[in-house]
């Protein structure tokens, strides 16, 4: 089981930026799918983004353009910049790996919150 720590969230005006980062233990972290999850009051965990080892990206169509996520396999940390922030990005978001691009894996950081609100 691999142990995820995000860091990063917060309080951020709309049209404002936060960088997520998620710190990962063990040792097969280069091979690992990496995601992004959030899940907002009310509603269900969805994908945000996610990122092979090699670094091939998918992005959910509600953040694509305004959010990046990328990897440094070296540092076994993966991150998620979040740009032009809107109040419907309110949301716990959560770090994720696992081996399947079409399913979350079974390994989840605790989340941080992120709010958007003027």
């Known amino acids: 089981q691999v142990q995820l720590v995000e860091s990063g969230g917060g309080l951020v005006q709309p049209g404002g930026s936060l960088r997520l980062s998620c710190a990962a233990s063990?040792?097969?972290?280069?091979?690992?799918?990496m995601g992004w999850y959030r899940q907002a009051p009310g509603k269900a965990r969805e994908l945000v983004a996610i990122?092979?080892?090699?670094?091939?990206?998918n992005y959910a169509d509600s953040v694509k353009g305004r959010f990046t996520i990328s990897r440094d396999n070296a540092e076994k940390r993966v991150y998620l910049q979040m740009n032009s922030l809107k109040s419907e990005d309110t949301a716990v978001y959560y770090c994720?790996?696992?081996?399947?691009?079409?399913?979350?894996?079974?390994?989840w950081g605790q989340g941080t919150q992120v709010t958007v609100s003027s």
């Open positions: 063990g040792s097969i972290f280069s091979i690992l799918i």
């Open positions: 994720n790996a696992g081996v399947n691009p079409m399913l979350p894996g079974n390994s």
């Open positions: 990122i092979t080892g090699r670094g091939s990206t």
